[in-house]
């Protein structure tokens, strides 16, 4: 497997320190969060694009995806959202990025039904587009459907090779969704894993990984188990939590954490 870090552990920090921090501590990608607080986001010109992508290139950094906030399965008119998902997949292209990604974000006052229904019709209108650009749209196990069999509803509904799951071992597990479960569930569909540790259900404050309580070990051992050999991307949420420690230190001992949990379930 191949391992990445999410810019959401480092918030606004510049393209050329994101590179270096994945050089010097080994990891292979990285997945980029597309928000206009950050350095990469869907509002770049393609000049801007062109000059990413040659950065990427010339340190030997994949781009993983770029991580959006679309929210697919959320109430209101479809166009707005299928737009957001387009922007996505053009930068994405553009970067050479095989993955985008999207949340559900249903609210309350939709059944389940309603929910996936409008998830599911908005990502197969998309993914006609997601195809002709060579791009995959990650549906996250998150919010309204943070457990693989809730994101599954969605994606059978869809049934198209475009579409996929992003599987974030936190929501799973805050879903009472065990490891073997939530593979089970989304092997056919799984685009890359999530990995990241907290302290409790209570707390989600981001700790270094290892030292909390998520199902990693578990998670890693199911997915080598079954032969999956895909990326692996740690997703330390500093940029909500601005009491954490910064990523900056931890991503040496945390590629070390990944590496003996793949080693362990070879």
């Not at 959006?68 to 990025?97: C, F, K, Q, S, T």
């Not at 929501?171 to 490891?179: D, K, Y």
Request: aromatic share 6%; proline share 6%; charged share 20%.
């Amino acid at each position: 497997m191949k391992l990445a870090f999410s810019t959401l552990g480092v918030p606004g920090l510049p393209l050329p320190d994101v590179l270096r921090l994945a050089t010097t501590h080994g990891y292979h990608g990285v997945e980029l969060r597309a928000h206009p607080e950050e350095p990469v986001h869907p509002g770049l010109d393609l000049a801007q694009r062109t000059d990413v992508a040659a950065e990427f290139k010339a340190a030997g950094v994949d781009v993983l995806g770029i991580a959006g906030y679309a929210r697919v399965a959320a109430p209101g008119d479809d166009n707005p959202v299928i737009e957001e998902v387009r922007r996505l997949l053009d930068l994405a292209r553009d970067l050479g990025a095989p993955y985008i990604r999207v949340f559900p974000g249903a609210d309350s006052g939709q059944s389940p039904e309603e929910a996936d229904a409008v998830a599911a019709r908005r990502l197969g209108t998309a993914a006609e587009y997601a195809a002709d650009l060579g791009v995959r749209i990650l549906l996250e196990t998150h919010d309204s459907h943070r457990t693989g069999a809730a994101a599954m509803r969605v994606l059978g509904l869809v049934g198209h090779r475009n579409v996929g799951a992003l599987w974030d071992v936190m929501h799973t597990w805050l879903g009472g969704e065990q490891p073997s479960e939530t593979y089970a569930a989304l092997s056919p569909h799984l685009g890359y894993v999530q990995v990241k540790d907290i302290a409790s259900a209570a707390d989600t404050t981001p700790l270094a990984l290892g030292a909390g309580v998520l199902p990693l070990a578990e998670s890693v051992e199911v997915l080598s188990r079954h032969g999956w050999d895909g990326w692996l991307c740690w997703e330390y949420e500093k940029r909500w939590y601005e009491d954490a420690a910064p990523l900056q230190d931890l991503l040496g001992a945390g590629r070390e954490h990944l590496a003996r949990l793949l080693n362990e379930s070879a």
